[in-house]
């Protein structure tokens, strides 16, 4: 660690309202991990669902990976722990994002084959002709 990183890591350290803001980040960091592995799991009961599922498992593992090595830095004081912890918190983010980019395009793919559907059956010239 050089003279630089030293002094970062002190300063975090010294700053009592950063500490605690970190170890509040922690504990909701466990919690939404655990929340998004267990709803991962449900998700995965169906084929179709463990398309969404499986990447939730993977992002609320990160997530809490991330949150161990925000700890690790409370305790240790290593500037490299929190610089990882950031590593693992952006993948999380990351698959969350591509999770979210792939729902919102599958959702618009399924109104439109909906409409198609529906407007290829007719149900939509009947709905016109009510008089």
């Not at 660690?1 to 970190?22: C, K, V």
């Amino acid at each position: 660690m050089n003279g630089y990183d030293f002094q970062q890591s002190q300063m975090l350290t010294e700053n009592p309202g950063l500490h605690a803001i970190i170890t509040k980040m922690i504990t909701d960091m466990r919690f939404v991990g655990i929340f998004t592995i267990i709803y991962g799991v449900i998700t995965s009961l169906t084929i179709l669902g463990a398309l969404i599922g499986i990447p939730l498992i993977f992002s609320g593992m990160r997530l809490r990976d991330a949150a161990m090595e925000y700890e690790r830095y409370l305790m240790s004081n290593d500037i490299n722990a929190i610089f990882s912890g950031f590593e693992r918190q952006q993948r999380s983010f990351f698959i969350q994002k591509v999770i979210i980019i792939v729902s919102i395009i599958s959702f618009i793919l399924y109104f439109v084959f909906l409409f198609i559907i529906i407007g290829s059956s007719g149900i939509l010239d009947d709905l016109g002709n009510i008089q």
